[in-house]
Antibody, heavy 120, light 110 residues
Framework: QVRLQESGPGLVKPSQTLSLTCTVSGDSISSGGYYWSWIRQRPGKGLEWIGHIYYSGSSSSYPPLKSRVSMSVDTSKNQFSLRLSSVTAADTAVYYC????????????WGHGTMVTVSS | QSALTQPASVSGSPGQSITISCTGSRGEIGPYNYVSWYQQYPGKPPKLIIYEVSNRPSGVSNRFSGSKSGNTASLTISGLQAEDEADYYCSSHTASSIWVFGGGTKLTVL
């Protein structure tokens, strides 16, 4: 069974950088058939795709966030990471990592999510 | 504002059928068959219930079905059960190679 687990600070100050890591078990990030995505959900709101990374390091992100998003992958640890810079209260959300099929374009396995609050 | 438009809420009685619509532009749904649907309970991550417009993953009840016409995709739940009460989100992989979601629909089983 594929499992994903998000980790990182639950509180970030405005203007600072939010950093999260997703640890994958039950599958290899290097397997090639999948992208590895970040999705967020603001309190009481819908889902928003942030971006994804491939094991090679190539990535894509949602245009409105693109200038603030960077992602990386560590295949030796089977982890991938998100950095979102210059955060504001509007970035307060539950952040999910998810496995994404490159062929069906679906998010088939999700982490439990981690709540990140942006506040001074 | 979400890229895909869903009704904020729908309701139905046990045993009835309901349909949730998901409308996008031509570049978001249009000729593509990469529409998927997710079910989310409070405090839980979303769960995939429909992919490629109308396919069900293994283990998902056949009471869930999906379809698409033009720029609108639909999720139908037949034989409503109390356990179906949840939020439902549509998603599409677009012509711009990004993913977009609907704003979500809260299903209430009366």
């Amino acid at each position: 069974q594929v499992r994903l687990q998000e980790s990182g600070p639950g509180l970030v100050k405005p203007s600072q950088t939010l950093s999260l890591t997703c640890t994958v078990s039950g599958d290899s990030i290097s397997s090639g058939g999948y992208y590895w995505s970040w999705i967020r959900q603001r309190p009481g709101k819908g889902l928003e795709w942030i971006g994804h990374i491939y094991y090679s390091g190539s990535s894509s992100s949602y245009p409105p966030l693109k200038s603030r998003v960077s992602m990386s992958v560590d295949t030796s640890k089977n982890q991938f990471s998100l950095r979102l810079s210059s955060v504001t209260a509007a970035d307060t959300a539950v952040y999910y990592c998810a496995r994404t099929s490159r062929y069906s374009y679906i998010f088939d396995f999700w982490g439990h999510g981690t709540m990140v609050t942006v506040s001074s | 504002q979400s890229a895909l438009t869903q009704p904020a809420s729908v309701s139905g009685s046990p045993g009835q059928s309901i349909t949730i619509s998901c409308t996008g532009s031509r570049g978001e749904i249009g000729p593509y068959n990469y529409v998927s649907w997710y079910q989310q309970y409070p405090g839980k991550p979303p769960k995939l219930i429909i992919y490629e417009v109308s396919n069900r993953p293994s283990g998902v009840s056949n009471r869930f079905s999906g379809s698409k016409s033009g720029n609108t995709a639909s999720l139908t739940i037949s034989g409503l059960q109390a356990e179906d009460e949840a939020d439902y989100y549509c998603s599409s992989h677009t012509a711009s190679s990004i993913w977009v979601f609907g704003g979500g629909t809260k299903l209430t089983v009366l």
